[in-house]
């Protein structure tokens, strides 16, 4: 079996890209202001951290996201003025004026679907989905 | 999936609890725990890297885990959470849809790395608190002990933080594991008393082969299956072959019919075949046909309908299958209609207890009443280097099981050749079996030919006669008796000249059986006669008639519901 090509520089698989969106949906709903918009990366960058490190632990995450930010970056530079820590509203709302409120929203939701797709490379994509869901679900019934 | 047992306090004391026993969902697993897992039971899974410790707790976890008691499995330092979720859902019991739903994992690397234990005892018990488990493994807590690099006694540390997290899960009604890469003279740490189970996985390796192990050392409340088990991971997971498995009412069952051998001649050797429930060696030099007589048992069991199960450890199946076919017995036949099944056995690491349990299986699934081994020696090359060592007490275990469960067995082994003298089995162990034949080479007129003698047949008269035999393309063919020859033990024999055997006038076949029964016991009722010859006691051709004809001519005279025999011929 050949091994897979290591560099992805956007998402591809379908599935994942539709859980990234729904997440997104989620999260943002009707959002139309740069605050709102601001709050939302916040708040799925926040429910990505927590949903995910307690699966496969803080430092499996982070080095996850680290990865899939080096691939995306490229295609969606609104990303690199994101805070991931989900605690810098200041740093978010500028990202969002300085970059638009869809490129942020369209770089959140290719973040999350690489996320996944990256996480699917290691433990099955159905596993990756599964656990994607299972945060999100969680997440939501918490909050 | 959870199927719970009870193992209860007994008529004396009906007012406690009766301790529920969970179904471990690992093959074996639950003869040697007595019945099951004792529900909240707090249990160490110790033992070597490699030994497969994750993949049993994983396998119990989702064989318990329900709904409303799911699983959690929690990762501390060791295996990466990611690596675990990779490999383990590679294997049979790992069922993907329950993930998240009755299954959880999580994740504590980053507390324990801290060398917090408090936080991390913290951490778990808030998440049973939520989650209500019924199952938790809590994966690996060894090296906790590196991470408090600021701890004087981090030993004694992780003592306390077991001793507290054990009362957090029993207080919850959990039933845990805790893994832990502990080797075998660490087991007088602290921490081993606050176990109520204690798992000890080994692995190792013997020049080319690897046997993993599993002993249970503890368990509170359960009589154990004491001893080393083997235990082989396979797709499906573990599997545990337990030690001495015995299962209630296995005695030897041994019964009063008669299996024939399939070969013209040799059932009347035996007085009428091989005793039902037997086990019978045959013992012989490369190529005297051990194979062939051992096919041609199994051929006569299926041409009357019953079921056999032949083990072979040297030939291939095809091979072996398309042998048969000369004896005019289509074997593939027998096997597509259920009532055969082959046992290929060669993995060249075989355990005794893996071989009697996949023969037991195949018995009990198939309702066999023959099985044949073929051979015993090659059953020892298969085995592990580590029970080779003792092959005779793997054998004792082996017959011993099989017998148990009332099939007559057929083994052949393989003796070795330029010895003289009457070569038995070459192991040791011709008191494991009931019957023993031995064939050898001999050399008569200048040909080397093939003979057989019946050693022995425990609680049966037979024929003590050296009889030559051919291999044919048909089978075997018994010849004449080597009645006329001394020295035959020597694999040269000289033809003597003798007295002629006396004969008994106007006597023939079965009423002289029944008369030199008579004679070399001194007396036997009608009954013991049958007994001993295999003949029926009434009808005609049965032993009563027989004892009348032999009274009427005086050859017998009755005492009670005794026979003596009245004449007693010269040289007997």
Known sequence: ?143 | MTKKQHRTPGARHPERAALELLNTGVPGLNEILDGGLPTYSFNLLAGDPGAGKTTLAMQVLFANATATRPGLYITLLGETSLKMLRYQQQYGFFDLPRVGVDVHFLNLTAEALTGDLEEVLKRIVAEVERLKPGVVVVDSFRSLVRAQTGNAHPELELERFIQRLSQHLTTWEVTSFMIGEYRENELQSPIFTVADGIFWLTQATDRNSVVRKMQVVKMRGAALMPGLHTMRISGDGVQVFPRTPERPGDERKRGTKRLSTGIAGLDEMMHGGIPSGDSLILAGQTGTGKTTFAMQFACAGLRIGESVVIAIFEEHPETYLSRAKSLGVDLDEAIRHGKLRILYMRPLDLSVDETLDEIRKTVDEIGAIRVVIDSISGFEMALAPTFRADFRESLYRLIGALTGLGVTIFSTVEVPEGKEGLQLTGYQVSFLTDDILSQRYVEIEGELRKALVIVKMRGSNHSREFRMYDMTATGVLLRESLREYDGITSGSPKRELRLPRPTYPGLVGAEVLVLESVIRAGGLSAEQVAEITGLPKSGDGGVDAIIRRLEQLNFVTREGDRFSAEVRPRGF
């Open chain 1, 1 to 143: 079996m050949a091994l897979s090509d290591a560099a992805v520089t956007v998402p591809t698989n379908a599935a994942a890209i539709a859980v990234a969106r729904r997440h997104w949906n989620s999260v943002a709903g009707s959002a139309s202001t740069d605050e709102e918009v601001a709050a939302a990366a916040d708040r799925l960058c926040l429910e990505l951290h927590k949903g995910l490190s307690r699966w496969i632990g803080v430092e499996g995450y982070r080095t996850l996201q680290d990865r899939a930010l080096q691939e995306i970056i490229a295609e969606h530079p609104a990303l690199g003025k994101l805070s991931f820590g989900g605690n810098d509203e200041t740093a978010n709302l500028l990202a969002v004026r300085e970059s638009g409120r869809k490129e942020v929203a369209d770089g959140m939701v290719a973040l999350v679907a690489l996320v996944v797709e990256l996480l699917g490379r290691i433990i099955g994509i159905e596993m990756a989905l599964r656990l994607v869901e299972h945060w999100g679900d969680r997440a939501r019934a918490e909050s």
